[in-house]
């Protein structure tokens, strides 16, 4: 186990649907990331956040947002997504933004029907 | 454009023999150099990092990798490679940007 944590592992919903993603890190890092890996393709960074704050957003959708309430929690809350964003989505937290490595979970599996 | 390329999707070795999976990069002045490891229905684990000092870097599992700036390379190496290391490995690296930019990912095969 890595310390990252995410629920659910996996998710279905419906394209009208609203759902959220959690991720938890009890590493005391203070840099978490949310990460698209679908097949064939480099993972994608979506979004950074450093001490609780949005440092990155890679032109994400506004279908996909983002919270980030404390250290140690990040959201990913999902409304009207379309079957293109089926992917595995990927948590990850490093001690700080940059040149360390990262710790990721095991991500969730979202399929949109 | 990537900043570091794995240029074989798909790598297949025999069990015991020495492996080597690609990796180059394109980041100019000091490079921030990773290896992670994804096994399937998991997330990355980090294997190795180059940060400065010793070209030859040595990670989890028996792996290790080799920087090489007149080549701009970063392969991974293991000398003897075994079953349970087949999985899709990702070369990384964060620069200017200070985040972490992955490759395209190559699957290895280790058959017995």
């Known amino acids: 186990e890595t310390g990252v944590t995410q629920t659910p592992r996996h998710l279905v919903m419906g394209m009208t649907n609203k759902k959220s993603l959690k991720c938890e890190q009890h590493?005391?890092?203070?840099?978490m990331y949310w990460y698209k890996q679908s097949a064939k393709k480099p993972l994608e960074l979506m979004f950074v956040?450093?001490?609780?704050?949005?440092?990155e957003n890679n032109s994400v959708p506004s279908r996909f947002s983002p919270e980030c309430p404390n250290s140690s929690h990040l959201f990913l809350h999902l409304h009207t997504l379309q079957p293109e964003d089926s992917a595995l989505y990927l948590c990850a937290s490093s001690p700080g933004q940059g040149n360390t490595e990262a710790f990721f979970g095991q991500g969730t599996r979202l399929t949109v029907v | 454009a990537q900043s570091v390329a794995q240029p074989e999707d798909q790598v297949n070795v025999a069990e015991g023999n020495p492996l080597t999976v690609k990796c180059t990069y394109s980041?100019?002045?000091?490079?921030?150099l990773f290896w992670y490891v994804q096994y399937p229905n998991r997330g990355l684990q980090f294997l190795l990092k180059?940060?400065?000092?010793?070209?030859l870097v040595k990670g989890s599992y028996g792996f290790e990798a080799e920087f090489n700036k007149s080549q701009t390379s970063f392969h991974l190496k293991k000398p003897s490679a075994l079953v349970s290391d087949s999985a899709l490995y990702f070369c990384a690296e964060t620069g200017s940007a200070r985040q972490l930019t992955f490759g395209s990912g190559t699957q290895l095969t280790v058959l017995p």
């Open positions: 956040y450093n001490f609780k704050e949005q440092t």
């Open positions: 590493l005391g890092h203070n840099a």
């Open positions: 180059y940060i400065t000092g010793d070209n």
């Open positions: 980041v100019s002045g000091n490079p921030y």
